[in-house]
Nanobody
Framework: VQLQASGGGLVQAGGSLRLSCAAS????????MAWFLQVPGKEREFVAA????????YYADFVKGRFTISRDNAKNTVYLQMISLKPEDTAVYYC?????????????????WGQGTEVTVSS
């Protein structure tokens, strides 16, 4: 499975961005796609996830109400719409795929990772 993340950039506080992650090379079966973020020197942290079949979503508390994860089945792409961005949202954002139906928040639970896209929110 190959994951290609895009959409990062520089935005002012209060602004918005939409990240995309296109998946390819995947065989059939249940899976979950997720977004994580990582700040230099810190652990990678769960942001949001979506079960591909059924579209059930789950969010970290610190993004609820500001970030929305969604998917486009036809394009095999997952999105992360981010609004009301804060300087503390500055990080590299990674998309990941987990085989199976259950949504998990641990980095170790995910099987495939994209290369990351950098988001910088200026104050």
């Amino acid at each position: 499975v190959q994951l290609q993340a895009s959409g990062g950039g520089l935005v002012q506080a209060g602004g918005s961005l939409r990240l995309s992650c296109a998946a390819s090379g995947r065989s059939s079966g249940a899976y979950v796609m997720a977004w994580f973020l990582q700040v230099p020197g810190k652990e990678r942290e769960f942001v949001a996830a979506i079960r591909w079949s059924g579209g059930i979503t789950y969010y970290a508390d610190f993004v609820k109400g500001r970030f929305t994860i969604s998917r486009d089945n036809a394009k095999n792409t997952v999105y992360l719409q981010m609004i009301s961005l804060k300087p503390e949202d500055t990080a590299v954002y990674y998309c990941a795929v987990r085989e199976g139906r259950s949504i998990r928040t641990g980095v170790e639970e995910y099987d495939y990772w994209g290369q990351g896209t950098e988001v910088t929110v200026s104050s």
